[in-house]
């Protein structure tokens, strides 16, 4: 009794320090955020650490309800649900979507289906997993939530390989493996490539399977991940299978499948006894196939999780009990293999009536409906084009007619200025100075300006005869000031009378006067027509050609150039 007693003691003290560690451990974990406990928890998961994972997921739930953060107890189930019994994780998701379905956003509720058809997947339950995952696929669309989508997307490629579907599947891994940096992060690129490379040996893609595999090598050895080290282990004892290279299939696979085994990760050991046994094959090795297959057999009755491969496993192992002629082991694998097949049937046959439905045909519906659209835009485009080149040919068109039409009127211009310039040259000086002389003192009688004596209005009119006749205005730097100052008068006074009797601004009166010269020197002087633009303006008075070009056409409505060709074209007829 004594010694009992004594047992009792020490039990009581062993499990009063478990719960003050215990409790050590919980009160540890306050310094840690949300994110940081998450990392803590798949740190754990990776390391396969399953009661610190655990005891951080149940933590997190807590401190979620505690300060009531739904989106964070959703997030504590989640974590919590991973290493549970199936019955207890589907109870803990069932949760995690009851609470978040009032929450408005893109989140929910196609991550519920999502994490609710993985845990089915992982159960395998292939009907249920698809059901889940069509379901997330259609909120994710409906969200426009593309991280989502993308990872529907994927889970649904998962199912394709499992049936056979891997060419398909292949498909969407390599699209979210290049083309997913804004969608997956790094361990689900990881898993993409995993995915993929599996997808390639099922249809003998064995070099770009290669590359894969070196590639995920060194990701792993960076990481310093053992569970990615043993799947590219499995992925390469699988590619040297492929190659008929069975010793180094054999070491790898039989390595993979130990790492798996050890860490409880019973599916990834169920397919690595597989090839195992597939290498033993075809190396000859009958009595470790045989010792394999049966081992897989005893794994699969455990889990209750089976694969398509399976059934070559049974038949091998019947053959191979009858050629033993041991009826009773080859009653049982019969008997197996009619199990497993049975479910395989029913998993496969769902799949296969289910995906095409559900799936594949909605999804070429939709791409179906992106080419009419894409085609539509198109057109769209195509007409907007073809409007806008029209748009863009009817304007050339009236700017090419409106340049015409106004080359033809400068011409018509020009040709004009030139009969002008000669008949005055027709007409008697002597005849044309008196007929000046008596319009000019006709408009002396009609007009009077104010505050300027007429006199001096006089004096100023007959300055700026001289001024015209001597040719002054052909001067560089004439100013209204310099001129005035020249004529004796002033500014006021010369303004007012050129304003008046010319009626044109001083600027305007200057510029006539020098566009005039050029009308008539132009024709008359054919040294001065071969002269550069630069020296005529220079020799007008203008200190650069674009001031006496502006000049020009201000005055006549043509331009130079028209004027000097419509004068060539005068000279060449004569």
Same mark, same amino acid.
């Given at each position: 009794?004594?010694?009992?007693? /004594?047992?009792?003691?020490i039990?009581?003290? %062993?499990?009063?320090?478990?719960?003050?560690?215990?409790?050590s451990?919980?009160?540890?974990?306050?310094e840690?955020? =949300?994110?940081? %406990?998450?990392?803590?928890?798949?740190?754990?998961?990776?390391?396969?650490?399953?009661?610190?994972?655990?005891?951080?997921?149940?933590?997190?739930?807590?401190?979620?309800k505690?300060?009531?953060?739904?989106?964070?107890?959703?997030?504590?189930y &989640?974590?919590?649900?991973?290493?549970e019994?199936?019955?207890?994780?589907l109870?803990?998701?069932?949760? %995690?979507a009851?609470?978040?379905?009032?929450?408005?956003?893109? *989140?929910?509720?196609a991550?519920?289906?999502l994490?609710?058809?993985n845990l089915y997947?992982?159960?395998?339950?292939?009907?249920?997993?698809?059901?889940?995952?069509?379901?997330?696929?259609?909120?994710?669309?409906e969200q426009n939530?593309?991280?989502?989508?993308a @990872?529907?997307?994927?889970?649904?490629?998962?199912?394709?390989?499992?049936?056979?579907k891997?060419?398909?599947?292949?498909?969407?891994?390599r699209?979210?493996?290049?083309?997913?940096?804004?969608?997956?992060?790094?361990?689900?690129?990881?898993q993409? +490539?995993?995915?993929?490379?599996?997808?390639?040996?099922?249809?003998?893609?064995l070099?770009?399977?290669?590359?894969l595999?070196k590639?995920?090598?060194?990701? !792993?050895?960076v990481?310093?991940?053992?569970y990615?080290l &043993?799947s @590219?282990? @499995?992925?390469?004892?699988?590619?040297d %299978?492929?190659?008929?290279?069975?010793?180094?299939a054999?070491?790898?696979?039989?390595n993979a499948?130990?790492?798996?085994?050890?860490?409880?990760e019973?599916n990834?050991? &169920?397919?690595?006894?597989?090839?195992?046994?597939k290498?033993?094959?075809?190396?000859?090795?009958?009595?470790?196939v045989?010792?394999?297959?049966?081992k897989?057999?005893?794994n699969?009755?455990?889990?209750?999780?089976t694969?398509?491969?399976?059934?070559?496993? @049974?038949?091998?192992?019947?053959?191979?009990?009858?050629?033993k002629?041991?009826?009773?082991?080859?009653?049982?694998?019969?008997?197996?293999?009619?199990?497993?097949d049975?479910k395989?049937?029913?998993?496969?046959?769902?799949?296969?009536?289910?995906?095409?439905?559900?799936?594949d045909?909605?999804k070429? /519906?939709e791409?179906?409906?992106?080419?009419?659209?894409?085609l539509?835009?198109?057109?769209?485009?195509?007409?907007v084009?073809?409007?806008?080149?029209?748009?863009?040919?009817?304007?050339?068109?009236?700017?090419?007619?409106?340049?015409?039409r106004?080359e033809?009127k400068?011409?018509?211009?020009a040709q004009? /200025?030139?009969h002008?310039?000669?008949?005055?040259?027709?007409?008697?000086?002597?005849?044309?100075?008196?007929?000046a /002389?008596?319009?000019?003192?006709?408009?002396k009688e009609?007009?009077?300006?104010k505050?300027?004596p007429?006199?001096?209005?006089? !004096?100023i009119?007959?300055?700026?005869?001289?001024?015209?006749?001597?040719e002054?205005?052909?001067?560089?730097?004439?100013t209204?000031?310099?001129?005035?100052?020249?004529?004796?008068?002033?500014?006021?006074?010369?303004?007012?009378?050129?304003n008046?009797?010319k009626?044109?601004s001083?600027?305007? =009166?200057?510029?006539?006067?020098?566009?005039?010269?050029?009308?008539?020197?132009?024709?008359?002087?054919?040294?001065? +027509?071969?002269?550069? *633009?630069?020296?005529?303006?220079?020799?007008l008075?203008?200190?650069?050609a674009?001031?006496?070009?502006? !000049?020009?056409?201000?005055?006549?409505?043509?331009?130079?150039?028209?004027?000097?060709?419509?004068?060539?074209?005068?000279?060449?007829i004569?």
């Amino acid at each position: 009794m004594k010694h009992i007693f /004594l047992i009792k003691i020490i039990i009581i003290l %062993l499990f009063g320090n478990l719960v003050y560690a215990q409790r050590s451990k919980i009160d540890s974990l306050h310094e840690f955020e =949300y994110p940081e %406990l998450k990392n803590k928890f798949y740190d754990y998961c990776d390391h396969n650490k399953v009661p610190q994972a655990k005891q951080i997921a149940k933590y997190y739930l807590q401190k979620a309800k505690k300060e009531n953060n739904i989106l964070e107890i959703a997030e504590g189930y &989640n974590l919590i649900h991973f290493n549970e019994k199936f019955p207890t994780a589907l109870k803990y998701i069932d949760s %995690l979507a009851t609470i978040t379905k009032d929450i408005k956003g893109n *989140l929910y509720p196609a991550r519920s289906y999502l994490l609710k058809g993985n845990l089915y997947y992982k159960h395998d339950n292939l009907k249920a997993a698809l059901d889940n995952y069509i379901l997330a696929l259609k909120y994710a669309k409906e969200q426009n939530d593309k991280k989502q989508t993308a @990872y529907a997307n994927m889970n649904i490629a998962y199912i394709n390989s499992y049936i056979g579907k891997n060419a398909e599947a292949a498909k969407i891994f390599r699209y979210y493996l290049y083309n997913g940096n804004n969608i997956t992060d790094d361990y689900q690129h990881n898993q993409m +490539r995993i995915a993929l490379i599996s997808c390639y040996l099922e249809i003998n893609k064995l070099d770009s399977a290669n590359i894969l595999i070196k590639e995920g090598e060194k990701y !792993a050895l960076v990481g310093k991940n053992k569970y990615d080290l &043993n799947s @590219y282990s @499995y992925l390469s004892g699988t590619y040297d %299978l492929k190659l008929k290279k069975y010793s180094t299939a054999i070491i790898k696979l039989s390595n993979a499948y130990t790492y798996f085994t050890n860490s409880n990760e019973n599916n990834n050991a &169920n397919y690595s006894l597989f090839n195992l046994g597939k290498a033993y094959q075809g190396a000859k090795n009958k009595e470790k196939v045989a010792e394999t297959y049966i081992k897989l057999d005893s794994n699969i009755q455990k889990s209750n999780i089976t694969f398509p491969e399976l059934r070559e496993a @049974y038949t091998y192992l019947i053959d191979y009990y009858k050629e033993k002629n041991d009826k009773e082991k080859q009653l049982y694998y019969i008997d197996r293999f009619l199990k497993v097949d049975k479910k395989l049937d029913e998993q496969l046959q769902y799949a296969f009536t289910e995906l095409p439905k559900k799936y594949d045909t909605p999804k070429l /519906l939709e791409e179906k409906e992106d080419i009419i659209n894409d085609l539509k835009k198109r057109k769209t485009i195509l007409y907007v084009a073809i409007s806008a080149l029209l748009l863009i040919l009817l304007l050339l068109t009236y700017l090419y007619y409106k340049s015409r039409r106004a080359e033809r009127k400068h011409h018509k211009i020009a040709q004009d /200025l030139i009969h002008s310039v000669e008949k005055r040259h027709k007409i008697d000086p002597e005849t044309e100075v008196t007929e000046a /002389l008596i319009e000019e003192l006709v408009q002396k009688e009609q007009k009077t300006i104010k505050n300027v004596p007429e006199e001096v209005v006089q !004096a100023i009119l007959k300055e700026l005869q001289h001024f015209e006749k001597k040719e002054h205005f052909l001067k560089k730097g004439i100013t209204l000031s310099s001129l005035a100052q020249s004529i004796n008068t002033n500014t006021t006074y010369l303004s007012e009378v050129i304003n008046s009797h010319k009626e044109k601004s001083f600027t305007a =009166y200057l510029n006539d006067l020098r566009v005039d010269y050029a009308l008539e020197r132009l024709i008359e002087d054919k040294r001065f +027509r071969s002269y550069k *633009l630069a020296i005529i303006a220079d020799e007008l008075g203008y200190n650069n050609a674009q001031a006496f070009t502006a !000049a020009f056409k201000k005055k006549t409505h043509t331009t130079l150039s028209t004027y000097l060709k419509e004068i060539e074209n005068t000279m060449t007829i004569k």
